[in-house]
């Protein structure tokens, strides 16, 4: 009997914590829904953009293998190096100035004020903030590491060190400032006019694409790129598979690039990553046909450069145009930049990657067609808009980085000797060799292969035993 009631008892105390419970807790209303579907699309929206920004950080390591691909292996350490400084000594200048010049509160249009050492984040307070500098300054590495290629195996490291502070801390926030500083507290006097470009074809591209002209321009060509009668001698890559690899993690990361850009976890992401595939397979075709007609030959490096520049091109308008106009733009771009690396090589610029062509050229292409393919339709003020766009750019970007360039010219020096040029820039600057297997060497007890000042490469003739070209 008494087991009974002490069953029976147990029985009513277990039925009556629900009800407790359902009494106690607070009622759901639609007020007390709506708070919890936001915070989780606020959620969404931080791992959405955290995660956007490790795509675009990828991306440093395809600019390092397409850079070190097209390039000859003596200069591949240096070509490493001058990457890794890109971004790490980028984020410090971009933490201290950069964000604050781009994002900070102003009451001209023309730079921030506020926010200089991320003193705008505080501990109780949002912490938005942190997850958006690091997706803009993964964009202010990118815009740093393109003169890279540009400037690639005549560059004195120390000169390019202070380059990296002056571009990521100053130069391409200015300009940002301008196109894109309401996305946090700023407000630009280009983006009042209405300008497009959702992601960057001049933000990011065009604006490092025009220092690489002005680094390219005051450094001069290589030696052996031109011959006495001004024709131009091809200096080849020393490892083609690397820069296509390099290619295609550029591609990956281009879905963080563009899509990410939203920093929203919504649907309007999957247009954006179709359009950015299509003008990069649109590019890279052109590109290919192109090059085939003019050389006879499929040539692998207008290819990979067109691929790149269908990629550079979509950037301004990919949230903006449909699919059947990002394929436009792409095979517009991938025939641009075949004519225009000819271009440059004819007037004598040595660009040994096609950085100016691919991000300065086609990042104006990209920026014009994000008007002229609009999707809620074009006019000419539209057109007039993004035309100034495009010269501001270049009107702010060029002077100030060729000042800037001749500046570290005349003082601690911008290009290494002749002879640290021949000998290869990873011996000179910083004392290795990246691959040590494939020839003796002489610099600090190791040996290298004798160079000729005419062609600016090894002289394998004159070596004592066959080895595997650098």
Known sequence: MKLKV??????????????????????????????????????????????????????????????AG???????????????????????????????????????????????????????????????????????????????????????????????????????????????????????WLEGFGFIDFAGSTVVHSVGGWAALAGAVVLGPRLGKYTKDGKVKPIMGHNMPLAALGVFILWLGWFGFNPGSTTTADTSIAMIFVNTNLAAAAGAILAMIVSWMKFGKPEVGMSLNGALAGLVAITAGCANVTPSSAIIIGAIAGTIVVFSVLFFDKIKVDDPVGAISVHGVNGAWGTLAAGIFNIGGTSASIIGVQLLGIAACFLWTFPAAFLMFKLINKTIGLRVSPEEELEGLDLSEHGGIAYPDFGPSTHGGVSTFPSTPDAGTPDFASAPKPVTPL
């Open 70 to 188: 097209f390039t000859r292996a003596k200069n591949s350490i240096n070509i490493m190096m001058k990457n890794l400084m890109d971004f790490s000594i980028g984020s410090i200048a971009f933490w201290a100035i950069g964000f604050g010049i781009m994002f900070g509160a102003t009451t001209t249009g023309w730079f921030g004020t506020s926010g200089f050492f991320l003193s705008d984040f505080t501990p109780d307070g949002d912490p938005w903030i942190l997850a958006f500098w690091m997706f803009q300054v993964v964009f202010a590495a990118t815009a740093a590491t393109i003169v890279s290629g540009a400037m690639a195996e005549r560059t004195k490291f120390t000169g390019y060190l202070i380059y990296s502070i002056f571009i990521s801390g100053v130069i391409y926030p200015i300009f940002g400032s301008w196109a894109w500083g309401s996305l946090f507290n700023g407000s630009g």
């Open 6 to 67: 002490f069953t029976l008892l147990i029985l009513v105390a277990l039925l009556s914590v629900p009800v407790a419970m359902a009494t106690d807790a607070e009622p759901s209303t639609v007020m007390t829904n709506k708070t919890a579907i936001e915070l989780v699309q606020t959620h969404a929206n931080y791992v959405w953009t955290l995660v956007a920004a490790c795509l675009v950080f990828f991306m440093q390591a395809g600019f390092a293998l397409v850079e």
